[in-house]
């Protein structure tokens, strides 16, 4: 059976709850900066983060909310202007620490670097934007800044098709050389859940995020709401193909630790054989 080599992570609503308050935030003030009297709700956004990518959102609102809008330059260009806007004001907000990484996201990371498991990052977000958040994350005087945990870093426009497309997932497989079966995936979303399916990645753990409670998670290993942090109240296990095997774990720890990543792995590559 395949050992666990690897842990390639989301980032938005994974690593940090970022969507709400980051980058909706950041869409609003580029927005006003161009002029326009566009104003992303929360109900709204919730909406459009059914389209992976903040340049294919500004398309999607457009073409569903403002079908009429004449922009004062090729379509093209405007778009890429505002995301440009939007993303210097994503990645001011993370350097100043506006959002920080969700519980247990730290602790989880430690354990893996601690025990030579390899990490790796898979979003659909911009390499500046996953820069800005790790930057701000102080970690122990022993080990480097972050960002340079993260042996690959597979983010944004690097490939064809993004989320639920499998392409960054694949990406980050090749990049770290291994196969699917050797690594396990944490996502939040049901875009990242198909897109890490896709790529073979079964052994899949998805973090519930403000956004996503919702949403459903068919093919996943195993879906809780939080990974917990010894102390706080214990991570609910909501759903997943792994979940009766994994319940008591999750509630013996407390938490999402190493040891269920493993469990996880190894519940998974029992059951495909
Ligand atoms: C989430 C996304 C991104 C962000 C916005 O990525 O879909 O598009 O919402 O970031 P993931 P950009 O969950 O895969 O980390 O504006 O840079 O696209
Ligand atoms: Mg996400």
């Given at each position: 059976m395949p050992k666990l080599e690897a842990i390639i992570f989301d980032v938005d609503?994974?690593?940090?709850?970022?969507?709400?308050?980051g980058h909706r935030v950041a869409f609003n003030a580029a927005f006003a900066d161009a002029g326009l009297d566009w104003e992303w709700s929360v109900p709204l956004y919730g909406e459009l983060?059914?389209?992976?990518?903040g340049k294919e959102r500004i398309r999607a609102y457009l073409a569903e909310h403002l079908p009429d809008f004449a922009p004062p330059e090729p379509l093209d260009d405007f778009v890429l202007g505002l995301h440009k806007r939007k993303t210097a004001h994503y990645t001011q907000m993370m350097r100043a620490g506006a959002i920080g990484l969700r519980p247990g996201v730290l602790r989880l990371l430690r354990e893996a670097m601690d025990a030579g498991i390899r990490l790796a990052i898979a979003t659909t977000t911009t390499p500046e934007n996953v820069a800005a958040l790790l930057s701000a994350v102080r970690v122990p005087g022993?080990?480097?800044?972050?960002?340079?945990?993260?042996?690959?870093i597979a983010a944004g426009?690097?490939?064809p098709a993004k989320k639920p497309a499998p392409d960054i997932f694949d990406l980050a497989l090749a990049e770290l050389d291994l196969?699917?079966?050797?690594c396990v995936a944490v996502e939040d979303s049901d875009n990242g859940v198909r897109s890490a399916l896709g790529a073979g990645l079964h052994a899949l753990l998805v973090t519930q995020s403000s956004y996503t409670a919702e949403q459903h998670f068919d093919g996943a290993a195993l879906v809780v709401d939080g990974l917990g942090?010894?102390?706080?109240p214990s991570p609910q296990v909501?759903?997943?193909?792994?979940a009766d095997p994994l319940t008591a774990a999750v509630q013996r720890a407390g938490c999402v630790d190493l040891a269920v990543l493993r469990a996880l792995h190894g519940c998974v590559q029992s059951a495909v054989g």
């Open positions: 609503g994974t690593l940090a709850d970022t969507e709400r308050d983060l059914r389209v992976t990518g022993q080990y480097p800044a972050l960002e340079h945990w993260f042996e690959v426009d690097v490939v196969p699917a079966s050797a942090e010894p102390g706080l909501v759903a997943g193909g792994c």
